[in-house]
């Protein structure tokens, strides 16, 4: 089977465009983008090391949470959340350390994710595009492997339509966000009420497919819509945590030398939306925020475990790959932010871990830079396809072999503007294993570099300094090259549709009306 894979994807990006009608011109325009990273993928998928370690195609999970942050976990030292399941994985398979997403927004990450490509390639920008209809999700390639693939949960793209998108078997999902509790699912073409917490409910449907009957390796996509604002805990672990002392970080205070040489937009955006003096327009204070969002976050834990319990009892633990992602980071009030977009690494960093006891060995922690882009890569070459070339991914692989290996120096960013939105400027940037630097589209007041060895919260703004200004002048070339050479040196522009979330707060809110009215 492997052979026959290969016949197609080996390839790389010509093959699979022509089979799936990419135009000739989108074509070149990817064969024009691939980076040394996909560079990098040809030469470590020689014919001897290309497929999983093994003689079979594993069956392949990949869990996805919403906006979690990376050191929400038992595993990455949170001081009081419990998360067993996760700890589970990154004990008995891979932690990678240093995950990142390219862009820290819902949909243009899960267009990255489904597509090993850039935002501004795959062109979902923002949470209101619907991804174009040339692209291929890598599930159509494990169909074409002789993959059943089933997706569960949030999609996102296009954000008014739940209909079934192409790559999927079996297709379990719900407009946008979709909702904590009763939800209106789409199986299959068919509208079902959902009839618990969504995130037990999604896993309900992922485990009943798990279990079927099958003469088929399979690949599923359990999507949760959890942790995304407005927190709704499942029952069960609702005010779990209402007693806890909360440690707020040093950066949220509204000092002068918290926002001493940070951009203006960063203490514009303390009142906003966004910001911690006006969070969600007054729907919710600091510390419910903070807190109903674990508690939320606890249900994606045990959908986790349900999941792997499943596997075992299937008989299917030792061979399955399961991996488990956020789809952005998350900010808790650094620099006085909430949620993401901005490129601070609460934002831009998220948690991955990966478990195959057949492929993995237990424990393993890897530090190099990763991100998104590298599922697809990763999945198509353990099911024992070379990962298409106009993929801008790694396949992250040979980081579970336990070996050292010549990686990837740096991971690039970019967030567009959004109208919805507008508190967060344009945001492009270069992030090494020692330094970040951020430039900003639009904003004339001051870019940023961090040393995130010696500061890694982000405190000291080092742009102006002396003994830097080569490195920033470098930097400043890496990602210009990066856009040059990837086919970003453009700004995509959409047409502003429905409301701006753009109001300023009263400096005390009196009454937070959500969770006002959900007692
Ligand atoms: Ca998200």
Same mark, same amino acid.
């Given at each position: 089977m492997r052979s026959a894979g290969k016949s197609f994807l080996a390839g790389g990006g010509d093959a699979c465009c022509r089979k799936e009608g990419i135009p000739g011109a989108v074509l070149r325009i990817l064969w024009a983008a691939v980076s040394s990273a996909s560079l990098a993928v040809l030469l470590w998928c020689g014919p001897s090391a290309a497929?999983?370690?093994?003689g079979e195609r594993p069956n392949i999970v990949f869990v996805l949470s919403d906006?979690?942050?990376?050191?929400? &976990?038992s595993c990455a030292g949170?001081?009081?959340?419990?998360?067993p399941n996760m700890d589970r994985l990154a004990r008995e398979g891979a932690h990678l350390q240093n995950a990142f997403v390219t862009t820290a927004l819902c949909s243009p990450s899960r267009a990255s994710i489904l597509t090993g490509m850039l935002s501004h390639k795959h062109g979902?920008?923002?949470?209101?595009t619907d991804i174009r209809k040339d692209l291929v999700f890598f599930p159509q390639y494990l169909q074409q492997l002789g993959y059943r693939t089933a997706f569960m949960g949030k999609?996102? &793209?296009?954000?008014?339509s739940d209909e079934p998108r192409p790559g999927f078997d079996k297709w379990v999902s719900f407009r946008g966000q979709g909702e904590y509790y009763n939800s209106t699912l789409n199986i299959d073409g068919k509208k079902v009420k959902s009839t618990k917490h969504i995130s037990d409910e999604l896993t309900d449907y992922a485990i009943e497919w798990l279990k079927q009957d099958r003469d088929k390796p399979f690949f599923l996509?359990?999507?949760?819509?959890?942790?995304?604002?407005?927190f709704a805990p499942a029952k069960r672990h609702l005010g779990k945590y209402e007693n806890v002392a909360l440690e707020y970080p040093a950066s949220m205070a509204d000092t002068e030398e918290n926002y001493h040489g940070k951009p203006a937009w960063v203490k514009e955006q303390r009142n906003s939306w966004h910001g911690v003096d006006y969070m969600y327009h007054g729907q919710m204070n600091f510390d419910t925020f903070y807190k109903r969002y674990c508690e939320t976050l606890l249900s994606v834990d045990d959908s986790i475990g349900r999941v792997l319990d499943c596997l075992k009892e299937m008989g299917q633990a030792e061979s399955t790959l399961v991996f488990y992602m956020g789809d952005n980071g998350f900010c808790f009030g650094e620099h006085g932010l909430i949620d993401k977009r901005h490129m601070y690494e609460p934002s831009m960093r998220v948690p991955l871990l990966a478990r195959c006891p057949e492929l993995i060995r237990p424990g393993t922690k890897r530090t190099e830079l990763v991100q998104n882009i590298d599922i697809a890569p990763t999945i198509l070459e353990a099911a024992g396809a070379q990962p298409p070339k106009y993929m801008d991914g790694m396949s992250l692989l040979p980081l579970f072999s336990g070996v050292d290996i010549i990686w990837r120096a740096a991971v690039f960013y970019e967030y567009y503007w959004e109208a919805a939105f507008p508190q967060t400027p344009t945001t492009f940037g270069v992030r090494t294993d020692r330094y970040k630097f951020i430039h900003y589209h639009g904003i004339w007041d001051t870019d940023e570099l961090y040393d995130m060895q010696n500061d890694p919260d982000e405190m000291h703004n080092l742009i102006g300094q002396p003994e830097h200004k080569q490195l920033v002048t470098d930097l400043r070339e890496r990602l210009y090259d990066w856009l040059d050479r990837t086919g970003g040196m453009q700004i995509p522009l959409r047409r502003e549709t429905g409301g701006r979330s753009d109001k300023r707060g009263p400096k005390q809110v009196k009454q937070y009306k959500h969770y006002e009215q959900s007692k």
């Open positions: 497929g999983p370690l093994r906006n979690q942050n990376w050191e929400f &976990m949170h001081p009081f959340l419990e998360t979902v920008v923002d949470n209101q999609w996102h &793209m296009g954000h008014d996509y359990l999507s949760h819509k959890a942790v995304h604002a407005m």
